[in-house]
């Protein structure tokens, strides 16, 4: 099982040391061709991407997420904290199965 973190420098950075690999995006762009990048490799079963760049590839992420077994994808604050309107994993868990509470 592999993992590959998209972030700012410094999260990236950060994971390095626990030798976790990954690409360093400024901003959706990057993070898009990060994202696919990781998903031609094959070999990462999990990718950590930072909140505020998940934010800009929202759409390709919920497709990958209901679409596909793998890789996991896990979102992580960046360096300016949690995102406010960042859903709750039980949010993200009704929102797959289709329950409305």
Do not use: C, W
């Not at 904290?81 to 289709?98: F, K, S, Y």
């Amino acid at each position: 099982m592999g993992f590959y973190v998209i972030g700012d420098e410094d999260t990236v950075r950060g994971f390095r040391f626990a030798g976790v690999d990954g690409t360093v995006a400024q901003n959706g762009e990057e993070a898009r061709e990060a994202l696919a990048d990781a998903l031609e490799r094959h070999d990462e079963s999990i990718i950590i991407i930072t909140e505020k760049l998940a934010a800009s590839v929202r759409e390709r992420i919920q497709e990958i997420r209901f679409g596909e077994a793998l890789p996991l994808i896990v979102e992580v604050p960046g360096p300016e904290g949690p995102q406010a309107e960042t859903p709750d994993l039980l949010e993200r868990i009704r929102e797959a199965v289709g329950l409305k509470f």
